[in-house]
């Protein structure tokens, strides 16, 4: 298995431009989470999945965020309009069961 | 609310020390604890996953303990190597709404020189 794959790696964009990041989780696992990783605040949980179905949102910072799983190999996170604060690195992750989790490679994502 | 600390926030030592990396944890109510590796510009890695019913867990160099009463966790690394080198990073699950939340520490980042 190739494990999560997140597209695209890095992401530069101006502020204001719409951004949409990208997860293919490891097929077979039921759970997909949006994770968030700034200097500042470490690692945050933004939303996750449970079958494709949007269980807990309550991380995502605001209405400029929202996320899709139209099916289970695929999710999207998208921001629009983008901020430079949205600077920071969004992770995909998928877990089996919801216990063991598997991280993505991340996408760097910098607004000017 | 649940909250991680992990001491020491950076670490240098030379090549062939043995390591110990601390995690401490506010809530006991967890579900399991799960170490991590992170290398630069890159994804984490999962090292060890403890079930909240276990003590420790080993794999290779590395053995993870877990004292929930007291709301810690240690990382031993035996005979380090540059190699080893990264951010390790202790995350504790709680069992919420029907999935694991996992409430990441700040890390301990890791340097071993030759």
């Known amino acids: 298995d190739a494990g999560v794959i997140q597209s695209p790696r890095h992401e530069v964009t101006e502020m204001g431009q719409e951004v949409t990041l990208r997860c293919k989780p490891i097929s077979g696992h039921d759970y997909l989470f949006w994770y968030r990783q700034t200097m500042m605040r470490g690692l945050e949980l933004l939303i996750y999945?449970?079958?494709?179905?949007?269980?807990?949102d309550s991380g995502m910072p605001e209405d400029r965020f929202s996320a899709k799983m139209p099916n289970a190999s695929f999710s999207t996170l998208k921001i629009q309009p983008s901020e430079p604060r949205d600077s920071a690195v969004y992770f995909c992750?998928?877990?089996?069961?919801?216990?063991?989790?598997?991280f993505g490679p991340g996408t760097r994502l910098t607004v000017l | 609310k649940q909250e991680v600390t992990q001491i020491p926030a950076a670490l240098s030592v030379p090549e062939g020390e043995n390591l110990v990396l601390n995690c401490s944890f506010t809530d006991s109510a967890i579900y399991n604890l799960q170490w991590f590796r992170q290398d630069p510009g890159k994804g984490l890695t999962s090292l060890l996953l403890i079930q909240s019913s276990q003590r420790e867990q080993t794999s290779g160099r590395l053995n993870a303990s877990l004292d929930k009463s007291s709301g810690r966790s240690t990382l031993y690394i035996a005979a380090s190597q540059p190699g080893d080198s990264a951010t390790y990073l202790c995350a504790v699950s709680s069992w919420s709404g029907g999935y694991n939340k996992l409430i990441f520490g700040a890390g301990t980042r890791l340097a071993v020189h030759p």
């Open positions: 992750a998928s877990s089996p069961k919801g216990d063991e989790q598997f």
């Open positions: 999945f449970n079958n494709n179905v949007p269980i807990d």
